[in-house]
């Protein structure tokens, strides 16, 4: 049982390149979710996905796409990097407990991302 | 909208100090609240959680009381370790929203 896993865990790009960023969960998880972690700001949501075949913006999603392949998989996409996308890129999934009013999401280990 | 604060950064303790980061934060509704930890180079994981008022989240040694009244989840623990030493994320879930609130994070240093 491997949790979140990600790939890759280091990039570096040059400005204008796309990259695709990886991400599955064994857990059965219905939600899965994308952030970046910048320094003092906490992490924010760039995308998320309740479900297979569904995907919802976050409070950052310019300069992004993303697919969910399926239940396992949520793939973050940047098709033309920017210096401002330089950051550490979180994988997030969780169960659907919204009846218990909480919501436990499990990370990935990050990938840090470098835009020249 | 949804917002948590947390104390700025680095806390540096002695080991066996007693550690408080605060937090407190703003809500429209009645959240979920959650401390997660974040050890360096590796992702965030959960350490604590209470989903309803007067509720006492606890693990590894850490607690923090969901205080309706002042809208705060501070962290405390009793005796800190050198092994403590990481980012703690304050957070928070809104009832019907998948989606997790932040604070900015806290870093801990624990000297031996």
């Known amino acids: 049982n491997a949790g979140v896993t990600q790939t890759p865990k280091f990039q570096v790009l040059k400005t204008g390149q796309s990259m695709t960023l990886q991400c599955a969960q064994d857990?059965?998880?219905?939600?899965m979710y994308w952030y970046r972690q910048d320094p003092g700001m906490g992490l924010r949501l760039i995308y998320y996905?309740?479900?297979?075949?569904?995907?919802d913006k976050g409070e950052v999603p310019n300069g992004y796409n993303v697919s969910r392949l399926n239940k396992r998989e949520f793939s973050l996409r940047l098709e033309s990097a920017a210096p401002s996308q330089t950051s550490v890129y979180f994988c997030?999934?969780?169960?659907?407990?919204?009846?218990?009013?909480?919501?436990?999401?499990?990370f990935g280990p990050g990938t840090r991302l470098t835009v020249l | 909208g949804n917002s948590v604060t947390q104390m700025e950064g680095p806390v540096t303790l002695s080991e066996e100090a007693f550690l408080t980061i605060n937090c407190t934060y703003t809500?429209?509704?009645?959240?979920?609240l959650f401390w997660y930890v974040q050890y360096p180079g590796e992702g965030l994981q959960l350490l604590l959680k209470?989903?309803?008022?007067?509720d006492k989240g606890s693990n590894k040694g850490f607690e923090a009381t969901y205080r309706k009244e002042t809208t705060s989840f501070h962290l405390e623990k009793g005796s800190v370790q050198v092994s403590d030493s990481a980012v703690y994320f304050c957070a928070l879930s809104e009832r019907g929203r998948r989606a997790l609130t932040f604070g900015s994070g806290t870093r801990l240093q624990v000297q031996p």
């Open positions: 996905s309740a479900s297979e075949g569904t995907t």
């Open positions: 997030a999934s969780s169960g659907d407990r919204q009846t218990l009013s909480y919501n436990e999401q499990f």
């Open positions: 857990m059965n998880h219905n939600s």
């Open positions: 209470a989903t309803k008022a007067d």
């Open positions: 809500a429209t509704g009645y959240p979920s």
